[in-house]
């Protein structure tokens, strides 16, 4: 009888780097900034240019707040949380917060988004069911998550949405990956140190969204968070921790 090998985690490969324009879209303001801003800080710092588009204001979002102040202020976080990490280019699609829908106009919002800014690398967060194991996820990042998949094949197509010509937005089918932030089957990682005290600085930008959450000092809350986030990639990552990505080649 011979033993088994010992199990190895499979590791995480290294994002691609021969890209310049990414485009990250999400649900709600402070989805990207769970994780997936420390690893664009360190794409801007490397010149790359990174846009954000959010589907909602995250207007529903806060307990204690009316939608129609928190959209705003929610708004104002996300710009200031961008800005930590290089990224000026923030838009809002104007879907409603917590009930997003999955369906074509969805797919022709983001795909109208594409085609403007032509990025070779779209990224998503999580359009699982879970976060792993019985941890479900939102219906409003299943929906973004899964439309924005579909969105990267959808821009490069003249007959899927014709009327985004007539807007003047050709077909751009330069997308060459997505990237899915936040996935419980990650493939690929970019190392979290270089950009984690911003990352840090970014979440903790959303300070009115972190007091509604929780009692805990909002900058020890984002530290924590961030730092136990990159930890649980260092396995499989050579040690180092790490911002994971499952990554969609086209
Ligand atoms: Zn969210």
Known sequence: ??????????????????????????????????????????WTDGGREVAYLLATRGEAGIDGLEPDTCGPLREREQRASAAVVGVTTVEFLDHRDGVIEYGTALRRDIAAAIRKHRPELVITLNHRDTWGGVTWNTPDHRAVGRATLDAAGDAGNRWIFPELA????????????????????????????????????????????????????????????????????????????AVAFELFSR
């Open 1 to 42: 009888m011979t033993s088994e090998p010992t199990q190895q985690p499979q590791q995480l490969r290294p994002m691609p780097t021969d890209w310049q324009r990414a485009l990250a879209v999400v649900a709600h303001p402070d989805d990207l900034e769970y994780g997936c801003a420390g690893a664009v800080a360190g």
């Open 166 to 241: 007539e807007r003047g937005l050709a077909p751009w089918d330069g997308v060459r990956w997505v990237a899915v932030a936040g996935s419980s089957t990650p493939t690929h990682a970019v190392d979290a140190t270089p950009g984690m005290e911003r990352s840090v600085q970014s979440l903790l930008e959303h300070r009115a969204y972190i007091e509604g959450l929780t009692d805990e000092d909002p900058e020890t809350y984002c530290r924590t968070f961030l730092g136990q986030n990159a930890q649980r990639s260092a396995e499989r990552f050579g040690g180092k921790p």
